[in-house]
């Protein structure tokens, strides 16, 4: 065992394990095996909107068929009525009509997998087509309607197309996959080095087929590809663009034209007119909102793509030539069986309507929400507990829900300091149902002075919707939030918020402030919160993008602090570590600069609870951290994509309280933050005081040591299975009885030398209404200091050298530096930091 893995496990034993064993939660549609799943799960699979999300025509052009609210729906052209085809048991989308009008294919999510079903548009019939556990999506027939292509992870997990025959008993025969399992031995970081393929279109006469493939490319989800629409057919690429999933091209039926989704040099997706060669792309809808899965009406004179310029998805319809737009507008539903309306009213104590989120369950597992709600679904779940993953909307205090007869569960919540609620309600047909909600508070933090704040937000980041200050201000509020960083920031080629300035936002009221911020991207260093800049967004806002312009592993982030400082921004280390790095495994890559810049005195906060596969191995590193003597107070943020209808919690999932008075003023939370007055949770609400002393103070004892009093605090909506103690790195379990939601105790501690306290607590599984791997919360550290000894660690000091030498050795084999000044200026910035640790292990 190598000595680092050794330390490793030593340090685990000490923190009391490495946090829960049995992960019950899994992530939807774990059959997938694709890297960073929180992009394609959002921008490709077809999530749950309450607007429509694709659309087709029939073959005579008069009717569309489109998804809506995870149903599929009928439309004659022109009218303002909709007629639903299908209701559940699963979720349905991405029909295609067949060329002769008798079948629909579609998508449909149920039994943990997406299979392909067929449907009788004129009895409603509908039939398995393809049923076998893998993620089949984006079907589309053959001119001559004998075959489809489709997208599909049936085999190895990964994005290839394939075709089948359709035969007229409606099974699939002869399915072949028409793309090459091609190891790239390219450095993707967004993406598997196996190249991926999907969203195909037939050309007119079914011989050949254009799709998305990033074969021979690094970033994007891939450039446009013509092959045969055979097996072992040679790919030849017609056009290099970086797409980010949402291409969606569709040949026209004259075979001349090619429409697609594109954000060409712009941050958001517009639909795009190219030669089925690939060739001079022009624009053909323009602005700042997102158009995306375009299709050819036959005649070819019309596109029907959605739309998100009014923030939900919404079906249009484009002249061409001519380029009048047109809603289609489903203004009255017809619905295949009966239903009746739900009344949700969501009440403070003293009667007056609240924000909050809302979550309606039916019999069959689906989530159902009001038709103008932004609808949300949970990216993990537990399949013992629920069939499809937990769903959700914000409500301002009332709401309509239209649904079929049955019973429901509701579920209200507004936050980790709000009591949660939860009611079977009956709903009957053709009656209106009312359910009134009273949520009163768990504890009284904000009136003795504490805030909470998500630290992480992304209000647009290539979702299904388009977001707001708005929109996010009244997401916060549902949440129960004081305060949203919206961290400015590129996904690959473009930043979709780059058009807001730094600073606080009009939208902020007296009691929501949203401040608009940067996260710094980097594939190299790590990622940094760049909180309080007075002036711009740094720009590129990345670097160590190989094969770019920015490929080089400078600026580093030390640059990047010294930068962002210099603007009088706050400065933390997000999302830091999904596993505990070990400086001596070198089968693993370890790049991350976070010892560098907290050596060097660049990091004002850590990211204690962020978007990482286990909050335990960010707080080891931490905890070493500390032992040496550092610092550095919890933050939290949950990385949330406020504009995905898919993502793992909703803005506040992840947040950090902070102690600092009435007053709501970013800068006097951002001071109290870098003072250590905090704490971070996704549910339990701690508070801890050591001998008297606050959060972030310190305790001083004399040279022979003494005993503490901790005095510890724990309310929380779910049952905590571990509250604990933790003292320079040792754990000690504070007993919980009753319904373990609730501790007021002091506990006594002996201490021998100089170090830090903290109180975290923790579950060993997942817990509704918390949406994160599972409940967790811990307190920044209450400082102690014995005699005129500095807190010191030997074995964690050695640690980080031996951490700083993998950087080196990666930055000394690095070929993208872009002079010599630059790799030698970085080398010397590695050894600094160096020589602080070596300091720290001779003390």
């Not at 930068?563 to 933390?572: C, K, N, P, Y």
């Not at 406020?642 to 008075?661: C, E, I, K």
């Amino acid at each position: 065992m190598s000595p680092g893995r050794a330390a490793a496990l030593a340090l685990g034993v000490l923190l009391g394990g490495a946090g829960p064993l049995a992960a019950q939660r899994a992530p939807v549609l774990q059959q997938i095996k694709v890297r960073h799943p929180y992009y394609y799960r959002e921008m490709f699979i077809p999530q749950v909107t309450s607007g429509p999300s694709s659309a087709a025509w029939s073959p005579d052009g008069r009717e569309l068929v489109y998804s809506m609210q995870g149903s599929l729906w009928r439309q004659l052209v022109g009218s303002t009525e909709a007629r639903q085809l299908t209701d559940g048991p699963g979720y349905d989308y991405q029909p295609d009509w067949s060329p002769d009008g008798r079948r629909i294919v579609y998508a449909s999510y149920r039994d943990d997998a997406i299979e392909l079903r067929l449907l009788d548009p004129s009895t409603g019939a509908s039939t398995a087509l393809l049923r076998d556990g893998a993620v089949n999506l984006e079907p589309r027939w053959s001119p001559d309607g004998s075959r489809i292509a489709f997208t599909s992870t049936r085999y190895e997990g990964r994005w290839h197309v394939f075709t089948a025959a359709v035969t007229a008993a409606g099974r699939a025969e002869r399915i072949e996959r028409m793309s090459e399992d091609h190891e790239s031995g390219l450095p993707r970081y967004y993406y598997n080095t196996v190249d991926q393929y999907l969203s195909p279109t037939w050309s007119p006469d079914g011989r050949e087929l254009i799709v998305i493939s990033n074969r021979g490319h690094i970033w994007g989800a891939g450039t446009f590809w013509r092959m045969p629409a055979r097996a072992g057919g040679t790919p030849r690429e017609i056009r290099d663009e970086e797409t980010n999933w949402k291409a969606r091209p569709d040949w026209s039926r004259d075979g001349r034209r090619v429409v697609y989704s594109s954000y060409l040099g712009r941050q958001w997706n517009q639909l795009w007119l190219m030669t089925a060669d690939g060739a001079n792309p022009l624009q053909l809808t323009y602005g700042d909102f997102d158009a995306t899965a375009p299709r050819w009406s036959p005649d070819g004179r019309r596109i029907a793509y959605v739309s998100n310029a009014g923030g939900n998805t919404s079906l249009w319809i484009v002249d061409v030539p001519g380029g009048r737009r047109t809603p289609v507008r489903a203004d009255r539903r017809v619905y295949r069986s009966p239903v009746g309306r739900l009344h949700v009213a969501v009440l403070d104590p003293r009667g007056r309507a609240l924000a909050a989120r809302v979550s309606v369950t039916g019999p069959d597992g689906r989530g159902f929400a009001p038709d103008s709600a932004w609808r949300h679904a949970d990216d993990g779940f537990d399949r013992r507990e629920r069939r499809f993953e937990y769903g959700y909307f914000h409500t301002s205090g009332h709401d309509v829900l239209t649904l079929p007869a049955g019973q429901y569960e509701l579920e209200i919540s507004r936050g980790p300091a709000t009591r949660v609620e939860h009611r079977t309600v009956a709903v009957r047909a053709g009656t209106d149902t009312v359910a009134q909600f009273t949520l009163r508070p768990l504890g009284d933090l904000a009136a003795r002075g504490w805030l909470s704040a998500d630290l992480h937000v992304h209000m647009n980041y290539g979702g299904a919707y388009r977001n707001t200050p708005r929109r996010l201000a009244s997401q916060a509020r549902a949440e129960d939030l004081a305060l949203v960083e919206n961290l400015i920031v590129n996904k690959e080629g473009r930043i979709p918020d780059i058009g807001y300035p730094v600073g606080r936002d009009p939208a902020s009221t007296a009691t929501t402030l949203i401040v608009h911020d940067q996260e710094f991207h980097t594939s190299v260093w790590g990622h940094l919160g760049l909180l309080g800049l007075r002036d711009h967004v740094l720009l590129p806002g990345y670097a160590g993008y190989a094969g770019t312009a920015a490929a080089s592993l400078a600026p580093t982030n030390a640059d990047v602090a010294d930068l962002g400082r210099a603007e009088g921004a706050v400065i933390g280390y997000v999302h830091p570590f999904d596993s505990d790095p070990d400086p001596a495994d070198t089968t693993r890559p370890l790049t991350a600069e976070f010892p560098v810049d907290v050596a060097l005195g660049k990091v004002d906060y850590y990211e204690a609870l962020g978007f990482v596969d286990d909050p335990m191995a960010t707080a080891h590193v931490w905890y070493r951290i500390l032992n040496c003597g550092f610092r550095l107070p919890a933050g939290a943020g949950t990385d949330a994509m406020a504009n995905f209808a898919s993502l793992r919690g909703p803005v506040g999932m992840n947040r950090v309280y902070v102690h600092t008075g009435a007053l709501l003023s970013q800068r006097r939370l951002l001071d109290s933050l870098r003072a250590g007055r905090s704490f971070a949770t996704n549910g339990p609400l701690l508070e801890l005081s050591v001998n008297g002393a606050a959060l972030g103070d310190e305790v001083r004892l004399p040279a022979s040591g003494g005993e503490v009093a901790a005095r510890v605090r724990l309310r929380s909506n779910v049952p905590v299975d571990h509250l604990e103690l933790v003292v320079n790195g040792a754990v000690r379990e504070i007993p919980l009885a009753g319904d373990q939601r609730s501790a007021d105790t002091t506990v006594r501690v002996p201490i021998e030398r100089s170090g830090w306290v903290l109180l975290r607590a923790r579950t060993d599984r997942a817990v509704y209404p918390v949406l994160d791997l599972y409940p967790y919360a811990t307190t920044s550290p209450v400082y102690v200091t014995v005699g005129t000894r500095p807190a010191r660690s030997k074995a964690d000091a050695e640690y980080f050298v031996a951490w700083i030498d993998r950087l080196r050795a990666a930055a000394e084999a690095s070929r993208d530096w872009n002079s010599a000044d630059e790799r030698r200026a970085v080398l010397d910035t590695l050894a600094k930091a160096r020589a602080e640790f070596e300091r720290r292990a001779k003390e």
